[in-house]
Nanobody, 116 residues
Framework: QVQLVESGGGLVQPGGSLRLSCAAS????????MGWYRQVPGKERELVAI???????NYADSVKGRFTISRDNVKKTAYLQMNSLKPEDTAVYYC??????????WGKGTQVTVSS
């Protein structure tokens, strides 16, 4: 069993920054992919960014150039540095850890609100 705990969400003004963290615990030997997704009420959960164990990253077009995903494989933690935040970035942000193609886990989410 794997547990994911997100932290770092909150209220920030437009143009501000936040850093999200996702710490994994449990009986894991290796996490292949860690990612951040977000969801607003009434819409489907969408990909924000992912990072492989080798450091390859992929971003949604809407966050390219503003968000940076990283991970610490020793600490089994992923990070999402969010800069130049916009009101449309407001959402619940979820962490996902992919162990294998048939085994993945979600965190419970952390709220990010961008508002003046």
């Amino acid at each position: 069993q794997v547990q994911l705990v997100e932290s770092g969400g909150g209220l920030v003004q437009p143009g501000g920054s936040l850093r999200l963290s996702c710490a994994a615990s449990g009986s894991i030997s290796r996490i292949n992919v860690m990612g951040w997704y977000r969801q607003v009420p009434g819409k489907e959960r969408e990909l924000v960014a992912i990072v492989t164990s080798g450091g390859i990253t992929n971003y949604a077009d809407s966050v390219k150039g503003r968000f940076t995903i990283s991970r610490d494989n020793v600490k089994k933690t992923a990070y999402l540095q969010m800069n130049s935040l916009k009101p449309e970035d407001t959402a619940v942000y979820y962490c996902k850890a992919v162990i294998t193609s048939a085994s993945w886990y979600w965190g419970k989410g952390t709220q990010v609100t961008v508002s003046s």
